[in-house]
């Protein structure tokens, strides 16, 4: 009787261990996961903020050196201000689309970023219903240990139900 009540004390502490083994080893791996997808949109963030400062530098280099050309052309040739007016609208609406299609970019960045958010809550979500199985499981483990604990105590006739403690 009391080899069967240390075996299940065993059975209750290494069950318990290995739910907490489970737990800990998720959580790591969510953990993890989560740290990865940081640093991933961290860098593309950088990235997209160093194309958007170059490319603004860019235009504002280009828009001063047209400028300065404008002018000075202006003051010596009133003749030529309509060319280089028009030189300095191809500049700008060419920078213009630049930025459209930064923007257009960074939509979908935000974009994949919200997907891969979604994944990631998909992925926990999933975890948490197989800890719940598992924990499940375990439970339905101890009542067929509970029934097998009485059988036995039946057959080897030295045992009634009530020296055993009902299961929850």
């Given at each position: 009787?009391?080899?069967?009540?240390?075996?299940?004390?065993?059975?209750?502490?290494?069950?318990?261990?290995?739910?907490?083994?489970?737990?800990?080893?998720?959580?790591?791996?969510?953990?993890s996961?989560?740290?990865?997808?940081?640093?991933?949109?961290?860098?593309?963030?950088?990235?997209?903020?160093?194309?958007?400062?170059?490319?603004?530098?860019?235009?504002?280099?280009?828009?001063?050196?047209?400028?300065?050309?404008?002018?000075?052309?202006?003051e010596?040739?009133?003749?030529?201000?309509?060319?280089?007016?028009?030189?300095?609208?191809?500049?700008i609406?060419?920078?213009?689309?630049?930025?459209?299609?930064?923007?257009?970019?960074?939509?979908?960045l935000?974009?994949?970023?919200?997907?891969?958010?979604?994944?990631?809550?998909?992925?926990?979500?999933?975890?948490?219903?197989q800890?719940?199985?598992?924990?499940?499981?375990?439970?339905?483990?101890?009542?067929?240990?509970?029934?097998?604990?009485k059988?036995?105590?039946?057959?080897?006739?030295?045992?009634?139900?009530?020296?055993?403690?009902?299961?929850?």
């Amino acid at each position: 009787m009391s080899a069967l009540q240390l075996i299940k004390e065993k059975a209750q502490k290494d069950g318990q261990k290995k739910n907490e083994d489970t737990i800990s080893s998720v959580a790591a791996e969510i953990r993890s996961k989560l740290d990865e997808l940081k640093s991933k949109f961290e860098k593309e963030r950088q990235t997209f903020a160093k194309a958007l400062s170059k490319s603004s530098k860019e235009c504002e280099n280009c828009l001063k050196d047209e400028t300065a050309k404008f002018q000075e052309v202006y003051e010596k040739f009133c003749k030529e201000k309509v060319a280089h007016l028009q030189a300095l609208k191809d500049t700008i609406s060419r920078f213009e689309e630049d930025k459209e299609r930064l923007f257009v970019r960074y939509d979908q960045l935000r974009k994949r970023e919200k997907s891969l958010i979604s994944e990631q809550e998909k992925f926990c979500a999933d975890k948490i219903v197989q800890l719940e199985e598992s924990l499940k499981k375990k439970k339905q483990d101890d009542r067929t240990f509970s029934i097998l604990r009485k059988t036995l105590g039946t057959f080897l006739d030295n045992g009634s139900d009530e020296d055993f403690p009902p299961e929850e």
